[in-house]
């Protein structure tokens, strides 16, 4: 199926400066893409930025300045983030790939999330955004590692904008190793963001940096 | 990880007249493994069996001669089934491979079940078996096509009880190219077979039978 190119569009990290979204940027600057990582302050987005090779800034000026924003916070910010800069966020490509999960003595679990997912979540709050769901299973620690050369994921591309979806499968496949396949609509991103519990459970179990590939695919 | 010798367990499957069911009973009993196929009639579940080399009864005639129960029956008729034949599954292990999903015209989605799963439905109506969740994932046509000689999937078993987990796993793991990998308690079966619903879009976008593996384990 053939992808668009994205190789020219701007990619902007809120909450970059987490093991996911820098593991995220250092992937996407290495493939020559043009990455810009928010954070609360501007300072702090910079000195993220510095270290794998993008730019920085705070939150709602990365947003502004990229066509594609990846929401990698914490989810117990990401409702309050998002309503925010609902503004900045207006006709961008959204990705969300926040995970709602919680913990306690026997592992994590799905957290319930009242739109039904944080992505639809997203939706809600966006509703003039193109708001897409994916690299939810994607490993932070090998993201970081500088001795993997080559991811060996899928990542699932939710969206109802099959446009949009594309855009993100075509990101995620410049990563080497790393492919985006289209995995449905936002209504089917809760169990996506939730076996993510899995995969840690799976981690833990096998001392695994677990993730996923779709086969016959 | 060493997984226990499974060799000599009777397997049956209710529902096994469904396509999965049979595709099931197709690949262990190649697999070597006694296997029994239930339905609600005794003809059928003999009729059904005799197809694919496997013995056939009643539901619980069948449930009760066996070691692992494989449930393989519409959701439609899972609470129903379980709890008529609660006596006949006391102290066996019961393997759920049910989706609850509903299909309108965006194609499927994921069901609410009150308990979280129908995996934990199975666990509640069940308090004296050993409840498993397993073979969400695996595709029926390519179970039962005789030019399909492995198959490229990794079965996500999930269970509060370990060893009987571990019993399910060493099960998947007698099918050439499948391997059973623990990714959980029944409390994170919901998004395991919700997840059905992402693979049956993938699959109509892709043409293809999707299925899962799971990296770096």
Redesign the interface.
Known sequence: ?DLPDVSALTVAILGGTGDQGRGLALRLVKAGQRVLIGSRTAERGRAAGAEVGAEGGDNASVAAAADVVIVAVPWAGHAELLAELRAELVGKIVVDCVNPLGFDK?????LAVEEGSAAQQAAALLPESRVTAAFHHV?AP?LLDPEVASL??DV?V?GDDREAAAVVQALAARIPGMRG?????L??A??????T???I??NK??K??????????
């Open positions: 199926m026997q592992g994590p679990y799905a490993s090998l060996d994921i699932l939710l396949i289209w995995a449905g609509r209504r089917n809760h169990q996506v963001e939730a076996l519990a899995n995969l459970a799976i179990r096998y695994a940096h677990a993730g996923v590939r779709v086969t016959d695919v």
